[in-house]
């Protein structure tokens, strides 16, 4: 099993639909079940997936969602990288701000999934697309 948990793994997920989303979920929990997490952190880890994944299509269509493992100083943890080519957010700042929302939602997604993970980066050009970068680390 420690062997196991030092091999880099990475996997990609292609998101277009639902199906798609709980197929991310499912895997991103998956991964950080091998990588160590615990059942609350694999948890954290799959609703901060499914977040990103449900942006994907609800405003960009398709994308993917590119899950890996990652070391740092010995410390073991989960990439999360959710990219698509959709019409991109004009204002990131606004867009990480509670509350915000085009869709008439809480306006929690992206402020709530940086909370969740413990590095959170958010590239984003109008009509070109958006990049997100998320890092978990065992505790």
């Known amino acids: 099993m420690l062997a196991e948990m030092r091999q880099p793994l990475e996997l990609r997920v292609s998101i277009e639909n639902e199906a798609d989303i709980v197929t991310a979920r499912q895997e991103g929990r998956r991964l950080a079940a091998r990588r160590g997490f615990s059942t609350t952190e694999q948890t954290l880890i799959a609703t901060a997936i499914s977040e990103v994944a449900r942006n994907i299509v609800e405003y960009a269509r398709r994308g993917e969602i ?69 890092t978990k680390w065992v505790r």
Do not use: Q, W
């Open 66 to 134: 590119m899950l890996s493992t990652v070391d740092r100083h010995g410390r073991p943890g989960i990439l999360v990288v959710a990219s698509d080519n959709g019409p991109g957010i004009a204002d990131t700042e606004l867009a990480m701000r509670d509350g915000y929302s085009t869709a008439k939602s809480l306006g929690m997604g992206l402020p709530g999934c940086k909370r969740l993970m413990d590095e959170f980066d958010l590239v984003s050009e109008p009509g070109r697309g958006t990049l997100i970068r998320m």
